[in-house]
């Protein structure tokens, strides 16, 4: 037993077997339950089914990640502004799972303190921010990492010289959490993988098996890569496809068919030399709304806009008014910054899948997660948040309990509540850091401290298996984009343990240089191709059509450009 825990713990380390494997098991097994989309809510789905014990496949069409999960803000927060719309059930429950994950993920999800400045004639009273920063307190139960406190107009000033300071009354300083929402994705996939999961990207699911009484028994699937359609059989088919939950293949049975409000959300990226804030900063919008700048590395991510959005799922994009808005937004508190289109290093905009509410504003949509049972055999879990994906999942598998009693599977209780992430340090991640550093000094000189806390923070415990490959190829200890910790290895890394498969897996989810670098990351894209062909065997005009395609990202988020 011993041993077999000690097998999965080392599965969970080294990531993903060979997908060949992972496609035959696809064809070959009867699974208690077949997960479609690997964004937040599939990965988590399948990993609380799996922790139960049950058979499970989950299968994206793209990357992990690609759709929703990694346009976030990249918060696991309680959600500050949805005390303003009473939704004091989602905070509690967003803060207690926030506490959770610092925990059980310390690797991936750190507090971080955020200022607040209150305006005389913008947003928020400031007494009426002292009293929902109490609620923010209260409803955490003390599980906090520090209590909010007041500050006053010279202390904000003093932390922040950039704010506007005629209006400026004064302000607070809380808590939150911020996470990397492409890795939180992976490490779910990761472990529902180490529980027995079968976990394969680039297959994407056409249609519903069923039985001669419509009960489900599978779905057809296409294996995006060499094109060939294939059969998985299943019980229970779980659609956790976001913003695509409403697809045909889920039209035909009504009690699974949900009816989704899309809302977009756009994030900016500038130098944070054009807006330089030490710390992330909740700051109030003339329309009441509450955006964010936060300091990542080089860069400042500002965001994000909330509007309804109807056209096709498959090329969302911030368009000029997106970016004028958010930038107009941050000039009212960071005059100074004289922010314009040009400063602009990246965008990206997603897709929130809210569950529509007739007559409710955009912004007041509720959060919510929601699960709709067919008694067919079809389940659609849509709705929530990053934050909560965890408790989302388990109540998911829990609703569908009866499902797998009436095919004779037993489900038990979920195992997720404690159960750490593959990357979680088994020591204090203060502890981890100063041994990680300590051996990466020794091991790879060359990579020096700033890298090796970067490789520590990224990868948790899996960091030195990254850090090993700098030892079998020392190049690869080669910082990929100046200005940044990235190194060569990531890539390598990312290709054989993280199923990395295109430039935009690595250059977009596993690494951030497409929002974090100059440029995109155009300097290292050449020598990230031609890693990437190495670890795949892609031939020259493979890796140049590999090139291309994230030019076609690239140029996806800069389109705004073109709708001025
Ligand atoms: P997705 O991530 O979109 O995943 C669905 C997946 O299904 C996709 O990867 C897609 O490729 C796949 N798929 C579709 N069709 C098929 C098919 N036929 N076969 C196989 N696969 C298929 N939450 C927080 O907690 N904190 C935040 O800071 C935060 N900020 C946000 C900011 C913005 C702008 C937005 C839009 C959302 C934010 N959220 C935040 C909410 C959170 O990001 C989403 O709730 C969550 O990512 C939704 O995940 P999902 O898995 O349901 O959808």
Known sequence: MARDARDRRLKGLAGFS???ERLAALEERLFDVIVVGGGITGAAVARDAASRGLAVALVE????????????????HGGLRYLKTGAARLVFESLSERARLMRLAPHMVRPVEFLFPA?????????????????????????????????????????????????????????????????LTLENVIDAGSLGAVAVSRVGVRGILRDASARVEGVAVSDQESGRDLRIRGRVVVNATGPWAEQSWVADDPPARPRLLLAKG????????????????????????????????????????DTVYTGPLD????????????????????????????????????????????GVRVEDTSREDAVLVSGSGLLTVTGGKLT????????????????FAERGVAVSASHTRERAFPGSPDVPMGEFLSA???LAGSATPAIGEETARHLAWRYGSRAPLALGLTGQNPVLA???????????????????????????????????????????????????????????????????????????????????????
């Open 478 to 564: 080669r910082p990929l984009c100046s200005g940044l910790p990235d190194i060569e290895a990531e890539i390598v890394f990312a290709a054989r343990h993280e199923d990395a498969r295109t430039l935009a897996d690595a250059l977009i989810r596993r690494t951030h240089l497409f929002w974090q670098a100059p440029r995109q990351g155009n300097e290292a894209v050449d020598r990230v191709a031609t890693l990437m062909a190495g670890e795949r065997g892609w031939s020259e005009p493979a890796r140049r059509t590999a090139i291309a395609a994230y030019q076609g990202e690239v140029a996806l988020s800069r389109r705004f450009r073109d709708s001025s």
């Open 266 to 305: 756009v994030h900016v990226t500038v130098p944070r030399a054009r807006l330089p804030v030490a710390r992330p900063i909740a700051f109030p919008a003339s329309d009441g709304r509450l955006l964010f700048a936060i300091p990542y590395g080089p860069v400042t991510l500002l965001g994000t806009t």
């Open 119 to 183: 305006y005389r004639r913008r947003g928020i009273a400031l007494w009426l921010l002292d009293l929902g920063l109490t609620a923010y307190d209260l409803l955490a139960l003390g599980r906090s990492p520090t209590r909010h406190r007041r500050l006053s107009r010279g202390e904000l000033l003093r932390l922040e010289p950039a704010l506007e300071s005629a209006e400026l009354v004064g302000g607070a300083i809380y808590s939150d959490a911020w996470t990397d929402d492409a890795r």
């Open 436 to 438: 990680f550093v300590a």
């Open 18 to 20: 060979p997908r060949p």
């Open 388 to 403: 909560t994906h965890r408790r989302m999942a388990a109540r998911a598998i829990d609703r569908a309990a009866p499902l």
């Open 61 to 76: 069409r793209d990357d992990w990640a690609s759709g929703t999960s990694w346009r976030s803000s990249k918060l696991i």
């Open 315 to 358: 090329e969302v994009a911030a368009e000029a008014s997106d970016v004028t808005y958010l930038l107009e937004q941050a000039k009212g508190v960071f005059p100074a910054a004289g922010l314009a289109a040009r400063d602009v290093v990246a965008t990206f905009a997603g897709l929130r899948p809210l569950l529509s509410e007739p």
